[in-house]
Nanobody, 117 residues
Framework: QVQLVESGGGLVQAGGSLRLSCAAS????????MGWYRQAPGKQRELVAT???????NYADSVKGRFTISRDNAKNTVYLQMNSLKLEDTAVYYC???????????WGQGTQVTVSS
């Protein structure tokens, strides 16, 4: 089992920044992809960004150039730096930990990000 605890969400004005953190504990294999998804009201959960253990990243087109994902393998923690936030970034953000096939198998409880005008 892997436990994921997110932090850093909140309320921010459009154009502002937030940094999300996700700390993993339990039966952790450091050579696994981690990442962030988000779900806005009435919408399906969507990928935001992922990062492999080697640091290769993948971003949704909607956040490229604004969000940066990083990880500290020694701390079993993944981060999401979100800049130039837009109203449409409002959602619950979920941290994920992947299985050996790269697909998400564990999820955090989610942290709310609300962007106001």
């Amino acid at each position: 089992q892997v436990q994921l605890v997110e932090s850093g969400g909140g309320l921010v004005q459009a154009g502002g920044s937030l940094r999300l953190s996700c700390a993993a504990s339990g039966s952790i294999f450091s050579m696994r992809t981690m990442g962030w998804y988000r779900q806005a009201p009435g919408k399906q959960r969507e990928l935001v960004a992922t990062i492999t253990s080697g640091g290769s990243t993948n971003y949704a087109d909607s956040v490229k150039g604004r969000f940066t994902i990083s990880r500290d393998n020694a701390k079993n923690t993944v981060y999401l730096q979100m800049n130039s936030l837009k109203l449409e970034d409002t959602a619950v953000y979920y941290c994920q930990y992947s299985g050996p096939d790269g697909l998400p198998i564990y999820w955090g409880q989610g942290t709310q990000v609300t962007v106001s005008s």
